[in-house]
């Protein structure tokens, strides 16, 4: 980890949170405004017709379900960290790593059952209707992998002793972060059952 | 996006001076990628004011082209070279002229140059913080930025020129590289440019916030910041919430151009071939751009709000009038902005009732404005008025802003603007609203920040020249422009001498070229005296302007860290100038209301 001095004396600042907890919302809601913006072209856009309609990929099911399964582990990672149990957290952050590439796998998966079923991103027989399916997973998926890189990062942290009780904002962190992907991708998951 | 690489030393350092740091910063630590506030707010002053000069020298030649359409400009042929033949513009050229000055100046300017700067610069040194929540952060933001505008610069050296579709960059014509030469390559690294530039401005945006939320001083509580502060915070919430829908614009139209996606391309017949695109639609296009468009104005505009706030109070030497008020009026604006994009879409087949509904709201815009025009006009009132440089363009600036703010007006009718749309008198208003009064904004902060920027003071005459010049200037470019428009003469013609209609307009046409050319031959007076202020200029004192902010408190040339000592507790609001019963005409925030007894009104007694 690069030590940045950035000159914060003071944890317990104006807001009582801690500025990079703070600087973390902030992200999540500027990524929130990013899908807001997605989901409500696709909506404006469906609205004027000429929309293909398909059946979404059934895999998208079992992806949901694995995804909210690595934010159960990952809640399990940071409980463990507050208690100390340091073995668990680490169980715990491996597992959601790897629910984590699951999911991703499974979203792979969906893209190759999608191409089976002749909807295509691009080219002469795609519909913005099988084009908007993949840009919302395609961007979730890019910042799921920014999330795994952050679970990453703090599993290497916890293999260094340096995840517990006494030092939990980078877990925090990333269990927030996390749980934002999870329901970011809930949403998504939702929103595309009801205007499907 | 996620941020993993920063933590902090949680260690918790009460203040004594271990803030001056005795290791020897060298140098590309301390100029180049320094994490200093200070440091990055004058790297983005700097990188304004090159895009500035670039920008305005487009607009140089592009106005060239329309004060002498019949002329031959061989003269400008060493520079232009491919883009110029037998002295005539290429048409396409002409295009590409008007598409970069546009983005040169709203974004790279504007934006990064004006908040970027003042917003680092003054942010931690206002609040009373020693820098922002994420130093790292902040430098990455700059490098992000500076990586956009070597991409933006290189585009204009292309072969097909940089981006020719309008700074607004509406598809059809920008997804298509074989509409015109400016959607071809120019367009790619103008997208990709403009999503680097998003998410700088992103991770400035949340750095912004933080600080300000978190990191304020002692006793600094939100109703006791300086205006300035106000209007960078919620400038930073506009960019945050609106940037990222730019973003997905872009996104989609970059899959468009380069992926084959329809989103906003359908059924098009284009060079005598039939495109297999169906089901886009570009009106979509319209809708995510202005819902970062229209709340980007005011990104433009409402830094410049701030600055001139502080300047016009200092130099009255009076309380600002309605403090409250005017943070009321910029939340209102804030708020506003967000739901008014449409009103730049009124011509596109839109419901006429949803067009009335977007008008409405647009009105209402002009109630927050004129609550500031207001207060700062009953600063001024009976004010003892010192007419420094930054307080001539800070005056400038609500002269220029009422001038345009009335024509917004008149704009926002969505009858009228089936004659206005696309007209000069768009141009006129935008021009004069946000663009000249935004400048005048910027240039009333370097003015009067310079003396803690470099310690050192601009030379007052050769402000002053500078001031006249460019006010005369941008009055008798932008003024004649409304009568043209209101005749109907359309934005980004190349040529009209064609059309009978818009023959008789020729001379005043080259009357705004000769005083666009005087306006812009001023600024090389402002160059010079900022870049010899900055190595000959007088030395400044501490507080030269008698100012009550914080940032005075500090030395002459703060240090990282910007306090040597403790950082001072603030016990008072930053607008106690002239007040009845004080030895001097201000008096700082940092002063407690003990050490001051003569002057204490009635409610302050408790406090002392």
Not at chain 1, 4 to 18: C, L, P, W
Not at chain 1, 123 to 140: E, I
Not at chain 2, 302 to 322: C, Q, W, Y
Request: hydrophobic letters at 50%.
């Amino acid at each position: 980890m690069i030590m940045v001095d950035n000159r914060i004396e003071n944890t317990d600042t104006a807001s009582g949170v801690h500025p990079l907890k703070f600087s973390l919302w902030l992200i999540i809601i500027s990524i929130i405004m990013m899908f807001a913006a997605f989901t409500s072209a696709y909506i404006v856009r469906r609205e004027e017709g000429n929309w293909l309609e398909f059946e979404l990929p059934t895999i998208l099911l079992i992806n949901t379900a694995i995804i909210i399964l690595s934010s159960v582990s990952m809640q399990w990672a940071y409980n463990s960290a507050k208690k100390d149990n340091l073995k668990s957290v680490k169980i715990g952050l491996i597992a959601t790593f790897l629910l984590g590439v699951a999911f991703l796998f499974g979203q792979w998966n969906g893209w190759a059952q999608l191409v089976q079923d002749n909807i295509y991103f691009g080219g002469s027989s795609s519909n913005p209707s099988g084009s908007f399916l993949y840009v919302l997973t395609g961007v979730h998926g890019f910042h799921l992998i920014t999330g795994l890189v952050f679970v990453l990062l703090t599993l290497i942290g916890s293999l260094k002793y340096k995840v517990h009780s006494k030092n939990l904002l980078r877990i925090q962190l990333c269990t927030i972060y996390w749980h934002f992907l999870g329901g970011l991708w809930l949403y998504l998951y939702i929103f595309l059952r009801i205007n499907h | 996006m996620s941020s993993t690489d920063i933590s902090i030393h949680k260690d918790v350092h009460h203040a004594h001076d271990e803030h001056d740091h005795h290791h020897d910063q060298n140098f590309i630590e301390k100029y180049i990628f320094s994490q200093d506030h200070k440091v990055i707010a004058k790297q983005f002053l700097f990188g304004g004011i090159f895009w500035a000069f670039i920008g305005g020298f487009l607009s140089i030649i592009f106005r060239l082209q329309l004060g002498w359409p019949e002329a031959t400009f061989t003269f400008l042929e060493p520079i232009l070279g491919g883009w110029i033949e037998n002295g005539k513009l290429d048409p396409e050229f002409y295009l590409a002229l008007v598409t970069m000055h546009g983005t040169i100046m709203v974004f790279f300017v504007l934006t990064a140059g004006l908040s970027g700067t003042f917003a680092n610069f003054l942010i931690p040194l206002q609040i009373g913080a020693r820098d922002m929540a994420s130093g790292f952060m902040n430098m990455l933001s700059f490098w992000i930025f500076f990586l956009a505008s070597v991409i933006m610069f290189w585009s204009l050296f292309l072969e097909t020129g940089p981006a020719g579709g309008g700074w607004t960059v509406y598809p059809p014509l920008s997804a298509l590289p074989q509409a015109i030469k400016g959607s071809a390559s120019g367009m790619t690294m103008w997208l990709i440019s403009m999503a680097l530039f998003i998410v700088s401005q992103l991770l400035a945006g949340v750095n912004y916030i933080t600080t300000i939320i978190n990191l304020r001083t002692k006793g600094m509580s939100m109703t006791k910041l300086p205006l300035t502060v106000w209007a960078l915070f919620f400038t930073a919430i506009l960019g945050l919430l609106s940037f990222p829908v730019l973003f997905s614009a872009a996104l989609l139209l970059i899959f468009d151009r380069s992926f084959g996606t329809s989103f906003y391309l359908s059924d098009i017949y284009i060079a005598g071939e039939a495109l297999t695109n169906t089901g886009g639609s570009p009106i979509l296009f319209q809708h995510l751009f202005w819902f970062l468009g229209h709340p980007e104005v005011y990104i433009v505009i409402l830094p410049a709000f701030g600055l001139v706030s502080e300047v016009i109070a200092t130099n009255s030497r009076k309380p600002i009038f309605g403090y409250r008020a005017m943070i009321g009026s910029m939340i209102g604006i804030a708020v506003l902005s967000f739901v008014v994009w449409a009103h730049h879409m009124f011509v596109t087949g839109m419901n006429p009732f949803l067009g009335s509904v977007f008008m409405f709201l647009t009105l209402i815009i002009a109630v927050p404005s004129a609550v500031k025009v207001f207060n700062w006009i009953a600063t001024l009132w009976r004010g003892n008025i010192r007419f420094s440089t930054g307080m001539l363009f800070a005056i400038g600036f609500v002269s220029l802003f009422i001038s345009g703010g009335l024509t917004g007006i008149i704009l926002g009718n969505s009858a009228l603007d089936i004659q206005l749309h696309d007209t000069y008198f768009v141009v006129a208003h935008f021009h004069l609203v946000m663009g000249a009064a935004a400048f005048f904004g910027m240039f009333c902060g370097v003015y009067h920040w310079f003396p803690k920027m470099f310690g050192r003071m601009m030379d007052e005459k050769l402000g002053a020249v500078h001031f006249w010049a460019t006010f005369i200037a941008v009055y008798l470019v932008f003024m004649p422009m409304h009568y043209i428009g209101i005749a109907g003469f359309p934005r980004r013609y190349y040529n009209w001498t064609g059309f009978e209609t818009f023959n008789i307009f020729t001379d005043l046409n080259t009357f705004i070229s000769l005083a666009a050319i005087i306006g812009f031959t001023a600024q090389f007076i402002f160059l010079f005296n900022f870049l010899y202020s900055i190595f000959k200029g007088r030395r400044a004192t501490e507080n030269p302007w008698h100012s009550n902010t914080l940032e005075w408190t500090t030395p002459v040339l703060p240090g990282h860290g910007n306090w040597p000592g403790e950082i001072p507790t603030v016990y008072r609001w930053p607008y106690d100038y002239s007040k009845p019963g004080a030895p001097e005409d201000f008096i700082p925030q940092h002063v407690p209301f003990s050490a001051t007894q003569s002057s204490n009104l009635p409610n302050e007694k408790d406090l002392e």
